[in-house]
Every structure is written in C-alpha cells, then in structure tokens.
C-alpha cells in the first residue's frame, strides 16, 4: 500500500497556493453546502487557508453565509458585528473577546478569526445581501434560554410564548446554571419537562411570522429554543449509554436546515468545523461505533453534488491546546506523523504543502483503510498512536484534501 499511495500522492497533488485554490473552486462548481474542516482546532494555518478559501467562495460562488462550531450567542454577536447591526464595539478582536468567554475560548477568540471578521465586515460594507456568521454548536444551553426570555420579555405582545417559556425553563431552575449538575440530575429527568422544551419550540416556529425580522429576531429566538431543546437532549445523554455525539451532530444538522430556510432553499453556506465533524463518518471507523456526524448527514440529505467536504492535516508542528478539559492553554509541539499513517505518507510523497482533490477517477487510489490524525482540544502526543489516529478511506471521506507539512500553533489574544 505505501508505495502504490505515495506515487498516487505525487501524481495527483497540486502544490497549495492561489492557483490551486481557485482550481478547488472551480471544481466546487453548484454544490450548496461546502464543509472545511480543520485537523485540530488549535493551528493557525488551518485557520487562514480555510478563511482565504471562503473568501473566494464568497466571491467568486456567492455563498452567502458561514456556519462555525461555536455556540449560537457567542457567534450572534459576530454576525451583528460584520453586519453593522451594532455599533457599541468598534473592532472586531473586543467582539470575540467579550463574545467567546466559555473555555476553549481560543477557537474563536484570536488573531486569525478577528482578521477574517474584519473582512466580512468590510466586505459587506454596501451589500444588499450581508454574509452572515452563526454558531450552530449545543454546549450554550442556559444563555439561550437566558436569549428566549428576554426576548419574549420585552416584547408583551408575544405573551402565550412568554408562559410557554417559563414552564419550560423552570425545569432547568434547581441546577445553578451548572451542565454538569443538570446532566447528572437528568437521568431521572421529568417527560414532561421535556414535552414542554419540544413543544415551546414547536409553538415559536409555529408563530415565527408573528416576529419581526429586523436584525434577524425571528431568527434569533427560533435558533436559542432549538439550542435549548437540543442541548437538553445532549447533557441528559452524556450520563446514560446513549450516543450524546449523535445528538450533538443531529442538532448542527438541523441548525444548518433552519438557516437556509431562513435564508432560501437556494442559499450557500460555508460550514467550519472540525475534521471529525464534516469528513463522511461512513467511511471512517466511527460507523463501527454507529456514530454519526455532519458530514454524513449532509451527504445523505442533499446529494453529494451539492456538497463538498474538505479536509486538514499536517505532518509535524505546533498546536493550542490543554492537558485536561478545562485547563489553560498550551503551546504543544506535534510530533512527526508515523510513515504508515494518511499525514506520513503525505510528507513522504513530498515534504511541500499540497491539494488533492478527489474525483470519480483517482478517488479509489486513496480508498485503502489507513490512520488519519485528529487533535482535539484535550491532548497529549505522549499518547497519540493509541487515540489521536481515526482509521478512514481518505478519498471517500472528503473530496479534497489540503496538507501542511510543519503547521504553527493558532494565536490566541
């Protein structure tokens, strides 16, 4: 296999610059949904090659809004930002830096995403349609509730939604605002509560056109019921045998579905999440588990010539991340990938950085099971070759992929 793949590796690569991401995009051609992943969520190329590709997705393909794996409120006071729909804070780095506080805050809140808020922000100076920027991640449960009340709150007219809120979020009340306590108390956790969180969802959908759409509230309100809905779902799982990883992928799934309801049928979208997240988990080693993901829904759901999946990886370098969850943030060095692992054949074909893009024709010639890295924000190299490589048929997972061979770590303000 090593050698068959590395001489497909050196006849099918590009070298990555401006030229072969203009070819990506041409190849891209009419797919609605396109998906750039990220090999970990802590190194800086990852961050501006992704930003560089959906600038020009932006401009040269018309997608009109980018989806991230960050929480709905945090994200909604970027896209207000680069919308013009708030003036009160003037830069974009003091906007990340109040909107993204819950840890990692270093996914969103440094110096490679405050350079492409700018953009957008410049960029939809005078546009009729504004590029959009949301956060369709499940982990802000309360301060999405804390958005539906005070919403349904300050608008009176809208009282049969404002009861329906209070009873439903009066079950989250004896947890102190705590996921952890909440999802150990709700293993035992009320039906009833949970009908009344579906149906509040139901009924705000149900009455959308009763909202205004001035800066996006009916969007705003729908969006933090579905959190809240899902978020429920989510933390009650984690304390059971039942897959919280399905349920939190399902919701982005569904919070993409609302925004392109929201914005047309015809809408394109830029999805930014992390490798695990947008590469098929059909062709990895997860659908062993019956795990789900993004990328596999999304697939199904709308065909695959009207998506396009690509991934990240490097060979060696430096990454931000922690020992343990919750801990500060470190520089941590990444040791060169093993030989028969995806990322060290990739370096062995050529130590440059390079572009593949997967086709009907070439894509078998990557397609032979092998280990494809994965960082996450917990992690130590010590232990990498026992969980940090996820067994995949690369040319089936994505449809393109982009290799940096000594990547640096992301900069976090």
């Not at 030229?19 to 396109?34: C, P, Q, R």
């Not at 995403?113 to 309360?142: H, P």
């Not at 992690?379 to 048929?393: I, K, M, Q």
């Amino acid at each position: 296999m090593t050698k068959n793949l590395i001489q497909a590796i050196s006849e099918h690569s590009l070298p990555l610059d401006d030229t072969s991401l203009n070819k990506m995009v041409e190849v891209i051609g009419d797919a609605k949904i396109v998906m750039i992943g990220e090999a970990s969520h802590g190194t800086s190329e990852f961050y501006t090659v992704r930003a560089e590709l959906s600038k020009k997705l932006i401009e040269q393909k018309g997608f009109q809004l980018i989806a991230v794996e960050g929480d709905w409120p945090s994200a909604q006071a970027v896209n207000r930002y680069v919308k013009g729909y708030s003036e009160e804070i003037t830069n974009a780095k003091e906007v990340l830096k109040k909107a993204f506080h819950r840890w990692p805050t270093w996914m969103w809140a440094n110096e490679e995403v405050a350079a492409f808020t700018e953009w957008l922000k410049e960029i939809n100076t005078g546009r009729e349609q504004k590029v959009g920027f949301y956060g369709i991640d499940m982990y802000s449960l309360f301060e999405s509730i804390d958005e539906v009340l005070n919403f349904l709150s300050d608008h009176p007219e809208h009282k049969v939604d404002l009861e329906h809120a209070k009873r439903a979020f009066s079950c989250f009340e004896p947890y102190n605002r705590s996921h952890e306590h909440y999802a150990i108390s709700a293993v035992q956790f009320s039906d009833a509560c949970i009908r009344e969180v579906t149906g509040l969802l139901s009924s705000l959908r149900n009455h959308k056109d009763k909202y205004s759409s001035q800066q996006e509230e009916d969007l705003n309100v729908v969006m933090n019921a579905l959190v809240a809905k899902n978020a429920e779902s989510y933390y009650r799982e984690m304390m059971s045998d039942e897959k919280s990883w399905n349920t939190r992928d399902y919701h982005m799934v569904e919070a993409i579905h609302e925004l392109r309801k929201y914005y047309g049928e015809e809408t394109k979208i830029i999805v930014w999440e992390h490798n695990t997240h947008i590469g098929d988990a059909s062709e990895t080693s997860m659908k062993d588990e019956q795990l789900i993901n993004v990328g596999q829904v999304i697939r199904e759901q709308y065909g695959k010539e009207n998506t396009y999946a690509i991934g990240f990886g490097t060979y060696e370098g430096t990454v931000i991340a922690a020992d343990r969850w919750g801990d500060p943030f470190e520089i941590i060095k990444v040791p060169p990938a093993n030989i028969d692992k995806w990322e060290g054949q990739l370096h062995a074909a050529s130590p440059e950085d390079k572009v593949l893009l997967f086709t009907d024709e070439n894509r078998q010639l990557f397609n032979d099971w092998i280990g494809h890295r994965a960082i996450g924000v917990v992690y130590d190299p010590a232990y990498e070759a026992y969980g940090n490589y996820v067994p995949s048929r690369v040319g089936s997972r994505y449809d393109a992929f982009i290799f940096i061979d000594k990547t640096s770590a992301l900069r976090p303000f």
